[in-house]
Nanobody
Framework: QVQLVESGGGLVQAGGSLKLSCAAS????????MGWYRQAPGKQRDLVAY???????YYVDSVKGRFTISRDNAKNTVYLQMSSLTPDDTAVYYC????????WGQGTQVTVSA
């Protein structure tokens, strides 16, 4: 059973930056895809970005140019660098991994104040 543990969330002012980390209990290469989802209060959980084992990336339009997903295979860790944050980015951010992004972390809260 793969375990994913997120860290790095917190409170930041609009325009600021945060870097989220997701540490996996095993090899992230074997998981193939690693990604980040977010869920704002009262809304569904949406995909934010993912990265393949080959380094290909995908971003939802609302974060393109502001967020960067990366992976350190040696550390079995995936990162989400977030910049130019707005209150609309406020959500619980979840790390996901696996061929269908079917393994989940517990989430980390990101709050952006106006």
């Amino acid at each position: 059973q793969v375990q994913l543990v997120e860290s790095g969330g917190g409170l930041v002012q609009a325009g600021g930056s945060l870097k989220l980390s997701c540490a996996a209990s095993g090899s992230i290469l074997s998981l193939r895809l690693m990604g980040w989802y977010r869920q704002a209060p009262g809304k569904q959980r949406d995909l934010v970005a993912y990265i393949s084992s080959g380094g290909n990336t995908y971003y939802v339009d609302s974060v393109k140019g502001r967020f960067t997903i990366s992976r350190d295979n040696a550390k079995n860790t995936v990162y989400l660098q977030m910049s130019s944050l707005t209150p609309d980015d406020t959500a619980v951010y979840y790390c996901a991994g696996g061929p269908a992004l079917n393994y989940w972390g517990q989430g980390t809260q990101v709050t952006v104040s106006a």
